[in-house]
Structure formats: C-alpha cells, structure tokens
C-alpha cells in the first residue's frame, strides 16, 4: 500500500479547485480528484481521507485575515497529529501548539524548530517541561503557581531561560455546542484564575530562570462569536497594562488560543475575516505578536470517514445501517453527542430515515441517530464529513478493532500516511506470561 495515481488524465487537468475537498462528481463522490469509490477498493475501509487542497484553502483564509498584524497561526496538534499534516502546515508556515511531550516528540519528527513550538496544557510534567525547554521551545502557557516553581526547576537544571506565558482564564461565558468544549469560564480546571493574574505575574519575575514574555487564554472549542474573543483579550490587555506598570518588560506575546467554529451541520463557522478585523482592533496600539492556536479550523472539515456498510436491520419498528466504523474509530458522536453529516458515496437517489450505528458491543456506539440518509445497501460506502478534527486521534482500539488507515489526498494522487494496524499490532505491547506468576 502507498501512493498512487488514481485518477483519469482529463479530471487532472481540471482548473478549478474545489476548495472543500469533497464534492460528487459523475455521482461519485470525490476527494479533490479522487474518486472515493477507487481509494476504498485500493486502501480499503474503514478509513480517514485528508484533503491536502482544503487544508491549504483554511490556513490562507486565516492568515489573511490576520494580515498586517504581527502574528503567527500554530496549529493546535491534539486536533489531527499526523506527521503528514504537520509537515504540510509547517511547509505553509505554521508553527505548532503542543500538549504533551508525545506532541513535542511528533512536532519534532515533523521538523518544526523549539521557535516554532508553543507548549499549553494543564498537568504538564517536569519530564514534559524539561524536554521542552532542551527543545527551546518559543513559550511555555503556564496553567498554574504550581506549574511555574515546577519551570523553575526545569530551567534551572538545564541552566535555561524559560520563556513563559501564562495562560490566564478571562472568565467570559462562551456558547459552545457542549460544556466539555468550554474551558474559558469561571471555576473551571483551566488557566491561573482572572484575580490571580497579577500575583503570579509578579511571581514569574521574581523567579531566575524564567522570562515572562506574554499572556495567553483559550476560552473553547467550536467558538463562532466574536464577542468571547473581543472580551477575553480586553480582559487580558488588562492584566498586561498592570505587569507592564508591575515590570515586566519582556511581554510580547498575546496568545488568544484556538477554538474558531467550523460547519457540521448548517449552524456558521467561525467568520475568519471578521475574526482577523475584530482581533485588530482589539489589540489596536499594542505591538504585541498575536499568537492563534486553531485545531478545527484548518483541519476539520478537511477530512472524512470512509467506511462500508456491513448490514441493513429492521428492529422495533427501526432502520439501522450498520458500518464498519464505529465509535472506536469516531468517538465524537457518542462522546458529545456531536453531528456528523453522512452520506452515500454513491447516492441511488432513494432516502430513508435510520439510525447509522458501528460493530461495537455499545448501544451507544452510533454515528448518527434517526438521520435521514441515503437508502444504502450492505457492501454500499458512506462517509462521515468533518472529521478531520478529533477523529483519528480519539480513535481507540476498544473491541479489539485495528485502528484506520489515515490518507491524504493531493489533486489525484493519495498517499497511505498511516497504515491501517494489523492484528499483531493490538497484542505488540503484551506479555502473554509474566514469569514470576505464582501458578
Ligand atoms: C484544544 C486546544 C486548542 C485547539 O482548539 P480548536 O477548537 O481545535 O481550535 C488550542 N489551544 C489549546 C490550549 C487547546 O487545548
């Protein structure tokens, strides 16, 4: 398995792009100019289609809109951390922003610098943080007081400066689709509390080995309002004015964090031109380097769910359509009773109304419930759209089902960028017999 050229001359040669990377064509379904009906034959299912061209389209749209402004999209890793898609974004200019050291050793392998690495996250370890700082990572988001004498020590012990930004919660009540993808309000696990800001700003200072050099925040995920982002940066500019007066000279960084909305359904996605108008002017004056975290933005509808359809049932007086993807391939679904649109890579034109549900041993292993969908029989492909973002990475390996081959696809050639996992792989790590066992 591995690349190839699937395509016939005359659809290569076609000037359009289609920015979203998915469209029928002929009644086939197609990834740029690939026909999903050929990559299920040759890569077969089930399996996760990137497309290269919609991945470039996100992050021009972003980066344009922040245009004249000092800033810098890192692309957040958790969301889709494919070596392929981190070298593609790297060679589009992104850097990265990271939450573990198993981000930091993937943000590595795919030839990003320490310069081009931001490292968030609550609960880091002094292992993680003393690989980041050997790293010479471009900032560290503190989360706590805790984690800031646990900096110190790191950075003592490499005899480094660590560059620090804390990531401060601005307190402002987001609307996302689940609270599980609220993190920016009061009382919750993230950042320094609003009122502590100040303390530990001063704290940082007073501490050798440490540089503070910005302020961050990160208020959620699937955000399509501007007012969040508008508030949360007044409320950081704030704290900053008042380090600033406190002595801390070195402040160049606002990082404003991720969670710019993406469609799924037919609810908006987060308008970029107008993000990239309203952080302006709200950062107006400050000749701060605006740093952009985005995970789902640039790749989440970038990429589908390709999987088959094993049965069709009829059971209390409901339809299910049974795939060979199931909820330890995309958790979402269950895990936040996300919406996933879903449909017939061949559609046949008829519709019905059905439950769309995977192989697993879990009532609530479902991709869709009561969905209107094609009417697809058993051996028919369908895909699930929009997930590029927290589909491959949340894949667990539950029911002891290999996980998906991952593709990326560019124009009319597709590359196997992780191959699908064999059953040797699931028992690779085990050890059948310990030998001191008692009997
Ligand atoms: C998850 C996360 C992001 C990315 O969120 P998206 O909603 O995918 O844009 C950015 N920054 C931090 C700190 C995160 O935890």
């Not at 070596?83 to 200019?93: C, K, M, N, P, S």
């Not at 950075?155 to 560059?163: I, K, S, Y």
């Not at 402040?251 to 037919?266: E, F, P």
Request: proline letters at 4%; a negative charge.
């Amino acid at each position: 398995m591995g690349e190839g050229v699937l395509v016939e001359p005359a659809a290569a040669r076609r000037s359009i792009p289609v920015p979203s990377g998915f469209a029928h064509r002929d009644g086939v379904l197609h990834c740029d100019d690939l026909s999903l009906d050929r990559l299920a034959r040759e890569v077969g299912t089930p399996s996760y289609v990137y497309s290269a061209t919609a991945i470039r389209a996100q992050y021009a749209l972003l980066d344009a809109a922040l245009a004249g402004l000092p800033h810098r999209i890192h692309y957040s890793v958790k969301a889709n951390s494919n070596l392929a898609i981190l070298v593609l974004l790297r060679e589009l200019g992104a850097g990265v922003d990271i939450v573990s050291g198993g981000e930091l050793h993937r943000a590595l392998a795919a030839g990003f610098g320490g310069g081009d690495i931001v490292f968030s996250g609550v609960g880091k370890t002094s292992a993680e943080l003393a690989d980041a700082i050997r790293a010479g990572v471009k900032l560290i988001n503190v989360e706590s007081e805790h984690e800031l004498e646990l900096v110190e020590r790191a950075a003592a012990a490499a005899r480094a400066m660590a560059p620090i930004a804390l990531r401060v919660n601005p307190e402002v009540t987001v609307d996302t689709p689940h609270p599980y993808t609220r993190t920016g309000e009061r009382g919750m696990k993230f950042g320094i509390p609003y009122d502590r800001a100040l303390a530990v700003g001063q704290r940082t200072m007073a501490l050798p080995h440490l540089r503070l050099v910005g302020l961050d925040m990160h208020i959620g995920s699937q955000v399509a309002q501007l007012e969040p982002y508008r508030l949360g940066i007044a409320r950081l500019l704030e704290r900053l004015a008042e380090l600033r007066a406190a002595g801390a000279t070195a402040l160049r960084y606002l990082d404003i964090g991720g969670g710019l909305a993406v469609t799924y359904d037919r609810e908006p996605a987060a308008d970029a031109r107008a993000f990239g108008a309203a952080v302006r002017e709200a950062v107006a004056g400050t000749e701060l380097e605006v740093i952009v975290e985005p995970g789902r933005f640039l790749v989440g509808n970038a990429g589908v769910l390709l999987t088959r359809v094993l049965d069709r049932k009829h059971s209390g007086g409901k339809e299910y359509v049974i795939t060979d993807a199931g909820m330890n391939d995309l958790l979402r679904p269950s895990h936040y009773h996300a919406f996933h649109r879903i449909e017939a890579v061949t559609p046949n034109g008829r519709r019905t109304v059905a439950d769309i549900v995977g192989p697993v041993c879990e009532s609530g292993d479902f991709l869709a419930l009561d969905r209107e969908v094609d009417d697809v029989v058993t051996g028919d492909l369908l895909v699930v759209h929009s997930a590029g973002a927290y589909g491959f990475v949340m894949a667990s390996n539950y029911n002891s089902r290999p996980r998906a081959a991952e593709v990326l696809v560019d124009g009319g050639r597709f590359a196997v960028v992780r191959e699908r996992e064999t059953y040797d792989d699931l028992v690779r790590h085990e050890r059948a017999r310990p030998e001191w066992r008692l009997v």
